[in-house]
């Protein structure tokens, strides 16, 4: 047990490198959903609050500061529904160039906000992280849903080509960020999973997705930068694949997709994980946020698991609810230390 109260900066390192720590972080990781904040406007949120890091400071959360790097410039232009895609072939994807990859120099505001968070950082009161869009995901954008998976068969020259274009704007993103600071963690967006597994073949990872992470996590775990991938639904395959390609952890966990973190820990007892509460208890009362506080405690006590929603809080959970979530989760959280 460690007794020293930690700064947030310190409690996040110390439970995802599994050292002990004071007690575990209090975190959303995703904010919340915009429909959950309308409904907290009518109840006891104040309306003058609408900032994600003014709403955790209000709720006394600790500050985990995300910036999100898309490769589409504001020039791109938008599909005409969500997973219809914008190309259809090579040829339309380099005409499409101009409108992708920003160059870092349009991104001089972004570059000021950093610095200015870094500051907090270093002071320990900030965990600062980043999300690039990863090489499942990407591609998917661009074409479409369905398209995207015909690709894989009809057009590999052309995820491959998606892919070592963004992995490369990927790097000269990241050199930039570290000429600033040194960010905490990072994730790849890819939502590559549902509710039964993954979307694709081993076979398709390791020929569209694996040799993209090599040219950048080592990258990143040269800079000191823990590597996560985001991904939702039942990520329990697929979190081999992962690990084998050299990334260290996972978010969010949906439990709703049947992911279970003791399954997960045991088969890999060195990754580090955020999330998985499960939110569809967040509205049912004191006795099931307490089962679902239990259910995480043995796990997150041996550290590498940050507890947080496992997506964003849902619209049906009241204002109320969430107070007696935080009211448990401080409760478990200083559990957690005192086992650590």
């Known amino acids: 047990m460690n007794t020293l109260a930690m700064s947030t900066r310190e409690r996040f390192h110390a439970v995802m490198n599994f050292q002990p720590f004071d007690r575990l972080p209090l975190l959303e990781w995703a904010g919340w ?20 890091y003014e709403i955790c400071r209000h709720f006394g959360l600790e500050l985990y500061w995300q910036d999100w790097f898309s490769p589409r410039r504001p020039t791109c232009p938008m599909e005409a529904s969500y997973g219809a895609g914008i190309i259809r072939s090579l040829a339309d994807y380099e005409r499409l160039l101009p ?15 950093w ?12 965990v600062m992280w980043f999300t690039l869009e990863g090489f499942f995901w990407f591609p998917r954008i661009l074409l479409g849903i369905e398209p995207h998976f015909y690709a894989l068969y009809d057009q590999p020259e052309l995820i491959h080509r998606i892919n070592r274009d963004l992995a490369d704007w990927n790097v000269k993103i990241l050199e930039k960020i570290v000429s600033i600071c040194t960010p905490d963690f990072m994730t790849f967006a890819e939502d590559m999973s549902y509710n039964h597994g993954p979307m694709l073949s081993t076979g ?5 997705m694996r040799p993209y992470y090599a ?3 080592p990258l990143l775990k040269q800079y000191g930068i823990i590597p996560l991938i985001d991904s939702d639904g039942d990520i329990t395959v697929p979190a081999h694949w992962f690990e084998q390609a050299g990334l260290e952890g996972i978010l969010p966990l949906e439990r709703q997709a049947g992911v279970d973190i003791a399954k997960l820990r045991a088969a890999h007892p060195r990754m580090k994980f955020i999330g998985h509460f499960d939110k569809m208890t967040m509205h049912r009362g004191e006795a099931a946020m307490r089962a679902e506080f239990e259910r995480l405690l043995p796990t997150a006590a041996k550290g590498g698991l940050l507890i947080s929603c496992d997506h964003q809080t849902p619209p049906g959970v009241s204002y109320q609810d969430y ?9 478990y959280a200083a559990a957690a230390g005192r086992r650590s």
Do not use: M, N
């Open 115 to 126: 610095g200015q968070w870094a500051q907090q950082q270093r002071r320990g009161e900030v």
């Open 215 to 217: 040219r950048v996590v």
């Open 204 to 208: 398709q990872f390791d020929e569209f």
């Open 323 to 331: 107070q007696l979530y935080l009211r448990l989760f401080r409760e």
């Open 99 to 113: 409108c992708l990859y920003p160059d870092l120099e349009t991104l001089s505001e972004r570059w000021r906000t």
């Open 33 to 52: 959903w915009d429909k959950t904040i309308d409904r907290w406007h009518t109840e006891q949120l104040p309306r003058s609050l609408t900032d994600r």
